[in-house]
């Protein structure tokens, strides 16, 4: 059966209202790397987090959105175009971080902790019958699109920054003073 926008709409507001102040616990298992899922890299979970800050990113104000906006915009686009663009941008990022099962996985639980992003996405999708204008389509994205922003928030606060202090950039002088070692191997 299929859904109606407005209540996709309305389900992904009331996930955002909840999520602004206060940290969801999504992102809080993440932060203290609980991922049920076994995802991570040599028992580490730093890659984790970098994807989910980039990820939800892309998703959101850095890729997704503004390409959705551009073609919901432009009259060469039509509907179902912009339709199938949001499908093309959207689905698979959601999938992998918020499915535990499919494509052939027996994940215990959602890969990267975000089941909301699967459940979101299906619901949008399963709501395109009853959207009838490019307004009520950016009406709907528009939500989602605020939820996808506001997780990434969330992850770039929680991201670990402080590791980088032990990767400082190289000077000139420096690279200079590297220079000097090609000659042992030449």
């Known amino acids: 059966m299929s859904r109606n926008w407005v209540d996709v709409k309305e389900m992904i507001e009331a996930e955002i ?12 298992m993440s932060r203290n790397g609980v991922f049920p899922s076994g995802a991570g890299s040599h028992g580490q979970y730093l890659g984790n987090l970098f994807f989910l800050v980039s990820d939800t990113q892309a998703m959101g104000w850095w890729t997704a959105a503004p390409a959705i906006q551009q073609a919901l915009r432009d009259d060469s686009f039509t509907l ?5 663009m949001w499908i093309y941008i959207n689905k698979h990022m959601c999938h992998l971080m ?4 499919g ?6 639980a959602p890969w990267l902790n975000l089941p909301k992003f699967s459940e979101f996405c299906d619901a949008i999708i399963d709501s395109f019958d ?12 528009w939500s ?10 969330w992850f770039q606060m ?12 190289n000077t000139k002088e420096h ?3 590297l220079e000097k070692y090609n000659n042992i191997w030449n």
């Open 80 to 84: 179902d175009h912009c339709k199938k």
């Open 175 to 177: 690279v200079k003073e």
């Open 98 to 101: 918020g499915d535990s099962t």
């Open 144 to 153: 989602w699109q605020n939820y996808a922003n506001c997780m990434n928030r």
């Open 130 to 141: 009853s959207i009838n204008t490019k307004d009520e389509f950016w009406d709907l994205i």
């Open 17 to 28: 209202d909840k999520n602004w102040w206060e940290e969801p616990i999504e992102v809080r």
């Open 103 to 108: 494509a052939g996985t027996n994940c215990p």
């Open 158 to 169: 929680i991201f670990p920054m402080e590791f980088g202090l032990a990767l400082k950039r």
